[in-house]
T-cell receptor, first 118, second 114 residues
């Protein structure tokens, strides 16, 4: 149980294009999903909190107009990197918090999406 | 901001217990300690979490000191597949739309040797 998938697993795109990454909770519903970014040899950096049916909450320093988040259902959140540039190349990871989680709730992570911008 | 301190790296022989320490001296009363691990180029995997009492599951044991300022993750019989970066995280206590945020520090690179 508690499986989270991401699609695509890797993507290569040209500079200036937009890329959409999907995060799905496969066997549970999630009112809250989180998006992280990880550069090589660095730790995960929280980008934003995605709540179903409402606007995402972005961490300080993360451009909301560049990283568009949509959480349209209880099992799907999408991250769109708009006008991608080489410095956006990174490993993007999502996590999902099961619906009805107690204060001790656990996040389950997806396998990540490797984005390379040429 | 990560509220934890962990050694950068540790080694362990296969079959032996791996004891990974974590300091969280500024932890607040109702903040939980979570442990995740990340194998290279994969998403993090949940291991265990605790508040005050020691915890054990099929993967590991978590020992939290009485003053809650530090904890130790124990892998009782490490295998080569346990080689990963282990993250100790104090979960921020908050309400509303940002409930449950996790802030990752640098973690400990555990290498299990044959």
């Amino acid at each position: 149980g508690a499986v989270v998938s991401q699609h695509p697993s890797w993507v290569i795109c040209k500079s200036g294009t937009s890329v959409k990454i999907e995060c799905r909770s496969l066997d549970f519903q999630a009112t809250t999903m989180f998006w992280y970014r990880q550069f090589p040899k660095q730790s995960l950096m929280l980008m934003a909190t995605s709540n179903e049916g409402s606007k995402a909450t972005y961490e300080q320093g993360v451009e909301k107009d560049k990283f568009l988040i949509n959480h349209a259902s209880l099992t799907l959140s999408t991250l769109t990197v708009t006008s991608a540039h080489p410095e956006d190349s990174s490993f993007y990871i999502c996590s999902a918090r099961p619906l009805g989680g107690r204060n001790t709730d656990t996040q389950y992570f997806g396998p990540g999406t490797r984005l390379t911008v040429l | 901001d990560a509220k934890t301190t962990q050694p950068t790296s540790m080694d362990c022989a296969e079959g032996r217990a791996a004891n990974l320490p974590c300091n969280h001296s500024t932890i607040s009363g109702n903040e939980y300690v979570y442990w995740y691990r990340q194998i290279h180029s994969q998403g993090p995997q949940y291991i265990i979490h605790g508040l005050k009492n020691n915890e054990t599951n099929e993967m590991a044991s978590l020992i939290i000191t009485e003053d809650r300022k530090s904890s130790t993750l124990i892998l009782p019989h490490a295998t080569l597949r346990d080689t990963a970066v282990y993250y100790c995280i104090v979960r921020v206590r908050e309400r509303g739309s940002t409930l449950g945020r996790l802030y990752f520090g640098r973690g400990t690179q555990l290498t299990v040797w044959p």
